[in-house]
């Protein structure tokens, strides 16, 4: 097949350098949408899926399997889920760890009339055995009956304030008391990243609570199972216990919201349907001024499937160039960026997933939208075309 | 042959990793002792309630209950289940229950109070690796007489390690 030389296309994109401009931006606009949709569906989903290789198991009070936030149980199931053989250790310190999750008005300011409700997550010094994602990036993790606090990487977020009021030493405002953050950490891509750690007493106190909301242990694969722990349970009916592994506690949350991972997803798909739709008035009204043109190159030989190619490589080059700018300016601007939902928070996400669906988007956009007013313009017969 | 300096490789290859290569061994779960399901309701059965106020540790008992009183009566992959007093009531639907069986319109103390934890063992004392459900006809809600030695004992904990279990109902 006789074909158009490549620079055909790309002259012509500078015939009119406003509309070329306008398609530019609105494929990156377009673009940009559909990677901010997929960072927020994927950075929801990441926060809400357990570590890989995770052999947690989850003791929480019977009909509070779908929120550890309203869960009690006593103090002593921490001491009964010792008792199962199979629980990872090291030096002689088993993998439990009880601990309360409770919301939690939060101030940077004593003079705010209402704090932010955030995580709190109420712990021992075992949960740093348990929860081994957790890595504590400056500081130290706070002691008992001293008032300190551990920050988790997205409660500025949160919060509404920058990263640096969450420095080593600042102080905020719960339940009245001023608490000093002694330290920071990082569990990225966790429900934890959003949370602020407290000693467990701390936390009964002010909370008013002598139980706690659960009790999690890390099991040995190949030594013990879920079924171990769930014959526990079943054995101590004074307990009241229900257990269900990490994993299935956070697929449980995740399909709590599905219905909004639904929803953004469906906005993606309108907006994108919009630049589509866009695209295609745009390029009927471009192409509608060069059906002479059109003609002309049958006339000098070329085949319309060449002619067709040739209209796509300028509608792929714009649509590409706008892709890699969103890409790029979605990497840079909204990778990390903190999302409140519900009491916790989440970071965005733009990896290569996300990125390649962007671009993939944007290339679609380029196809779908040239595509038709192309096959429209060549539909007319050579001799009306050259008329026109 | 046309091409042996191949085919002897080859061979070898094959024959390495037919060697190397073991075929998963498949651990079969644990069967039930065969008279563990028995044909006629035993003499003398007591409710869980009775049972649990005055046996004692190491004691033989005859219970007669009713798989009711959690929500989750059968521990998935062991042979162990809930035994409720037959004085605890299922719920209707309306009553906003998620299962018949977990009885939430009894208060929860009160369904602690009046059930038992009931497990098949085996040699090392330990619950059999195998599920309950839909063995011997046994299934939530239905009325069943179980004949064990009580092995826990404790405040709020009350276990029977059962030797022989009959099934109200039969096979219905």
């Known amino acids: 097949m006789r074909?158009?030389?490549?620079?055909?296309?790309?002259?012509?994109?500078?015939?009119?350098?406003?509309?070329?401009?306008?398609?530019?931006?609105g494929s990156t606009l377009v673009t940009l949408l559909v990677i901010a949709s997929a960072s927020f569906i994927r950075g929801m989903g990441a926060s809400l899926d357990p570590p890989a290789g995770n052999s947690n198991v989850i003791f929480l009070g019977a009909g509070s399997e779908e929120s550890v936030e309203r869960s009690e149980i006593r103090m002593q199931a921490a001491d009964v889920v010792g008792t199962i053989s199979g629980l990872r250790t090291r030096l002689g310190q088993p993998f439990i760890s009880p601990e309360v999750h409770i919301g939690l008005a939060v101030r940077t300011d004593p003079a705010e009339p209402e704090g932010r409700?955030?995580?709190?997550?109420?712990?021992?010094?075992?949960?740093?055995?348990?929860?081994?994602?957790?890595?504590?990036?400056e500081g130290r993790a706070p002691v008992a009956g001293a008032n300190e606090l551990l920050v988790g990487g997205l409660v500025s977020g949160q919060l509404g304030v920058p990263d640096a009021r969450l420095g080593l030493g600042e102080v905020l405002h719960i339940d009245g008391r001023e608490w000093r953050i002694v330290g920071r950490m990082r569990a990225p891509r966790t429900?934890?990243?959003?949370?602020?750690?407290?000693?467990?007493?701390?936390?009964?106190?002010?909370?008013?609570r002598d139980n706690l909301s659960c009790v999690i242990a890390t099991l040995v694969p190949g030594e013990a199972d879920i079924t171990d722990a769930e014959i526990l349970a079943a054995q101590r009916l004074d307990l009241e216990l229900a257990v269900m592994t990490e994993s299935e506690y956070y697929a449980t949350l995740s399909r709590f919201y599905a219905p909004v991972r639904a929803m953004v997803l469906a906005t993606a798909l309108l907006v994108a349907l919009g630049g589509i739709l866009g695209g295609l008035n745009t390029m009927v009204a471009a192409f509608a001024s060069r059906v002479r043109e059109v003609g002309t190159l049958q006339v000098i030989g070329y085949p319309r499937r060449a002619?067709?190619?040739?209209?796509?490589?300028e509608s792929w080059i714009i649509s590409s160039c706008g892709a890699l700018v969103a890409g790029a300016l979605g990497w840079a601007v909204l990778d990390g960026v903190a999302v409140r939902f519900s009491m916790g928070a989440f970071g965005l996400i733009v990896d290569a997933p996300v990125l390649a669906i962007g671009v993939g988007a944007g290339l679609?956009?380029?196809l779908l939208g040239a595509l038709p007013p192309t096959i429209h313009c060549l539909r007319l017969p050579v001799g009306q075309a050259l008329k026109s | 042959m046309r091409h042996p300096r191949f085919v002897i490789p080859l061979l070898l290859l094959t024959l390495i990793g037919c060697a190397v290569e073991e075929s998963?061994?498949?651990?079969?779960?644990?069967?039930?002792?065969?008279?563990?399901?028995?044909?006629?309701?035993?003499?003398?059965a007591r409710s869980v309630a009775e049972v649990k106020e005055s046996a004692a540790l190491g004691d033989e008992v005859v219970i007669a209950g009713q798989l009711v009183g959690n929500r989750q009566i059968f521990v998935e992959g062991a042979a162990t289940f809930i035994l409720g007093d037959r004085s605890i009531e299922a719920c209707h639907p309306e009553e906003g229950c998620d299962t018949p069986w977990d009885a939430c319109c009894t208060p929860i103390t009160e369904r602690r109070a009046l059930s038992a934890t009931i497990q098949v063992v085996g040699e090392d004392g330990k619950p059999?690796?195998?599920?309950?459900?839909?063995?011997?006809?046994?299934?939530?809600?239905?009325q069943v007489v179980v004949v064990g030695k009580v092995s826990q004992r404790s405040e709020g904990v009350f276990v029977v390690d059962a030797s022989g279990i009959f099934v109200a109902g039969g096979d219905s």
Request: proline fraction near 10%.
């Open chain 1, 3 to 25: 074909g158009l030389p490549f620079d055909y296309a790309t002259r012509n994109l500078g015939r009119s350098p406003g509309r070329l401009a306008g398609a530019l931006v």
């Open chain 1, 117 to 137: 409700l955030t995580p709190l997550r109420g712990v021992r010094p075992s949960a740093f055995l348990v929860h081994s994602e957790v890595q504590i990036t």
């Open chain 1, 191 to 208: 429900v934890i990243d959003a949370e602020i750690w407290i000693p467990l007493t701390d936390l009964q106190v002010i909370a008013q």
């Open chain 1, 307 to 313: 002619i067709i190619l040739s209209f796509l490589q």
């Open chain 1, 364 to 366: 679609g956009l380029g």
């Open chain 2, 24 to 44: 998963p061994v498949q651990t079969a779960a644990p069967d039930l002792p065969p008279s563990l399901f028995l044909t006629s309701p035993p003499a003398n």
């Open chain 2, 128 to 142: 059999l690796r195998t599920s309950l459900k839909g063995r011997g006809a046994l299934s939530e809600l239905k």
